[in-house]
């Protein structure tokens, strides 16, 4: 039995009606790389049974204290059904890109069955008129819930479901052969639990409380003697304005703008995806120092929903606000520790026009947001939520931090080097996460094989074109290097993008596929 942390049980309890605290991956795979050029469903089966030991979350299933008494607990269950699990399905004609993106939309928009281990699967085929892909391609959807995995653990996960050549894996089949498995605990059992449980609550609750004092006034100290303190509190008086604004003050978070993002979120989603070359990430690197690819990644998500917002003549003229997940994991990105995320907000910058200006106000912001941070902790939300009840923190987070922010973006890094599922390689991979009420859009952005690939996915009431928000992400990006380019100078020679397992024909496929979306979704509704 594995205890749930204070954030793996905060998104339990966040799903309800139509909010839905699931996140899913879809990956599409290139089957001529498999033995024999193809691969069948019954392979595909074999291949998930072989590593349902190599990702504990495959067997894990919620076990709930009585009367709510205390956080529900995760048991392994020794007998999977992998059919029920992992599902065999078609796009319809004309299997396009449009036809790919509805269908996953419709998967994501469904709750998982609480009562079994929080997984499904999809193998999707009938990709015949997606260009770039080679003949026979087909799509994997893999949806999980969030209580059970976050971003880095997805990352890991993402390796251990998959190999580094075509070839079978012969360990994973034998660490499939030994099934550690738990019994379903009594009543008596999660009765005794629940009151250590709460004991130990208290206690880490009043160390916390001891340790935020004295962090409290280290921190005083530090901007007393930093001058930060004056500087803070001149940028206050400015945001009421008894003062004028001091340049930079516009880089802190404030309240939102309402938008169309804002409000409760209706049952349906809709996806859409587009590929950011890291090889034209590291032109702007090269022209703008001190540029990270998280900058670049938010600077171009803030253009696209100023673009976004301006063609519906909605655009604030107060910057946007996003909340930003952060991973506490340290060094070990992986593990078997639940969800080992912080919350920060930022602003976007949505009121800058020019592209290279919301650049550096986008750095600026983050520069000051991991400041506060090394002097708070961005451990400290979690640390919170882990002491206190389901109830308080779920109140805390949608009154609190989620009441700053209008949407969601997150930035998470994957492996460099092609990976490859029952012989059949990967050639993209995108990364679908949540979206909640007062938030209707949800931004994420993972690296593989040489490519940025943004995934969002909003409330289909709030974001009836999902074609158009793909285009605005394409434009803003296309002008972020154009612009950086122009600055010239600095430029040298880009250095090359894939890892050294990537072969020349990956990097075509990657090419065509992610061409064809620059430009196909072009109409305006």
């Known amino acids: 039995m594995k205890y749930l942390s204070g954030m793996d049980n905060l998104f339990l309890a966040m799903d309800k009606g139509n909010q839905h605290l699931h996140v899913a991956s879809l990956g599409i795979y290139d089957p001529s790389t498999a033995p024999g050029g193809k691969v069948r469903f019954k392979a595909i089966l074999s291949y998930f049974s072989s590593r349902l030991n190599v990702a504990k979350l495959f067997r894990r299933r919620l076990v709930s204290a009585p009367l709510g008494l205390d956080r529900p607990y995760w048991i392994e269950d020794a007998e999977i059904d992998i059919e029920y699990h992992v599902r065999h399905i078609a796009l319809p004609h004309p299997g396009d890109w449009r036809q790919l993106m509805i269908q996953v939309a419709r998967l994501h928009s469904r709750p998982l069955d609480m009562t079994k281990p929080l997984w499904e699967a999809y193998i999707i ?23 059970a995995i976050d971003g880095e653990a997805g990352a890991a996960m993402l390796s251990a479901i998959h190999a580094l050549s075509p070839e079978a894996d012969p360990g994973a089949m034998e660490e499939a052969a030994t099934i550690i498995a738990d019994r379903d605990p009594t009543a008596v059992e999660l009765y005794a639990r629940a009151v250590a449980n709460r004991a130990q609550q208290m206690f880490d609750g009043s160390k916390l409380l001891v340790a935020l004092g004295s962090r409290a006034a280290q921190a005083g100290r530090d901007m007393v003697v930093s001058g930060r303190a004056a500087e803070l509190g001149k940028e206050l008086l400015a945001g009421r304005g008894k003062l004028k604004p001091r340049e930079g003050s516009d880089d802190n978070p404030g309240r939102k703008p309402k938008t169309r993002f804002d409000g409760p979120i209706s049952a349906n989603r809709v996806v859409d995806a587009v590929g950011f070359s890291l090889t034209d990430c590291k032109k702007i690197r090269q022209h703008i120092d001190k540029t990270t690819i998280n900058d670049i990644f938010m600077a171009a998500t803030s253009g696209a929903v100023r673009k976004y917002l301006e ?88 009154k609190g931090m989620m009441s700053l922010a209008n949407l969601t973006v997150s930035n998470v890094r994957g492996p460099d080097v092609p990976l490859y599922m029952a012989g059949a390689q990967m050639v993209l991979f995108l ?22 690939w943004v995934c969002f996915v909003a409330c289909r009431k709030m974001m009836p074109d999902p074609g158009f928000f793909a285009q605005c992400l394409n434009e803003s990006f296309d002008e972020l290097v154009r612009a950086a380019v122009a600055l010239g100078g600095k430029a040298k020679e880009a250095p090359r993008s894939m890892g050294k397992l990537a072969t020349a024909k990956v990097k075509t496929v990657t090419a065509k596929i992610a061409k064809p979306k620059r430009t196909k979704a072009v109409s305006k509704k």
């Open 311 to 398: 063609d519906k003549g909605e655009l604030p003229a107060k910057g946007l606000n996003a909340m930003v997940p952060m991973t506490i994991r340290g060094e070990h990105k992986g593990g078997d520790e639940g969800n080992q995320i912080g919350m920060t907000v930022m602003p976007l910058r949505s009121d800058i026009g020019d592209p290279l200006t919301r650049l550096a106000a986008v750095k600026r912001g983050s520069n000051k947001n991991k400041a506060m941070n090394a002097v708070i902790g961005k451990e400290l939300p979690a640390q919170l939520i882990q002491v206190l009840p389901a109830g308080i923190t779920e109140l805390i987070m949608t």
């Open 431 to 452: 990364p679908i996460s949540a979206i909640s009420n007062d938030m209707g859009l949800n931004v994420t952005a993972f690296s593989y094989n040489g490519t940025l």
């Open 125 to 147: 085929e009938g990709l015949d008129n997606i260009p770039g892909l080679p003949v026979g391609s087909f799509a994997v959807y893999i949806k999980i819930h969030h209580s």
